[in-house]
C-alpha cells in the first residue's frame, strides 16, 4: 500500500507565497510522473504541473511564471512553489502520483485560499 501525505495549504493575501509538499511513502519501488491538480469551487478539476521521472514539465497556462513544480526522488515528494498568488488560485489542490509503473494514487487534498 502507497500513502501520500500533502502539507502547505492555508490562508494568504493575493500576491503572496505557499510551498507544497506532497510525501509519498509505502510499498515503492518507482515514481514515474507526478503532478498537482487542483479543484476550484465551481467543483472543475484541472491538471496545475507536472514533473516526470526523466525532469520534464508541464504547467497549465494560468500559472506559468508563478508556479514551480520539482521534486525530490530520494525523498519520494514533490513540491509546488506557488508565487503571486491570485483569488482566481484559491483550490483545493491534490498530488497525484504514479507509482509501480502505473498505479495512480491521490493525496487527501489541502485547502489554499487567496484573499484579494
Known amino acids: 500500500q502507497v500513502q501520500l501525505v500533502e502539507s502547505g495549504g492555508g490562508l494568504v493575501q493575493a500576491g503572496g507565497s505557499l510551498r507544497l509538499s506532497c510525501a509519498a511513502s509505502?510499498?515503492?519501488?518507482?515514481?514515474?510522473?507526478m503532478g498537482w491538480y487542483r479543484q476550484t469551487p465551481e467543483n472543475r478539476r484541472e491538471l496545475v504541473a507536472a514533473?516526470?521521472?526523466?525532469?520534464?514539465?508541464k504547467y497549465v497556462d494560468s500559472v506559468k511564471g508563478r508556479f514551480t513544480i520539482s521534486r525530490d526522488n530520494a525523498k519520494n515528494t514533490v513540491y509546488l512553489q506557488m508565487n503571486s498568488l491570485k483569488p482566481e488560485d484559491t483550490a483545493i489542490y491534490y498530488c497525484?502520483?504514479?507509482?509501480?509503473?502505473?498505479?495512480?494514487?491521490w493525496g487527501e487534498g489541502t485547502l489554499v485560499t487567496v484573499s484579494s
Open positions: 509505502g510499498s515503492i519501488f518507482r515514481i514515474d510522473d
Open positions: 514533473i516526470s521521472r526523466g525532469g520534464s514539465i
Open positions: 497525484n502520483v504514479d507509482v509501480n509503473y502505473g498505479v495512480l494514487y
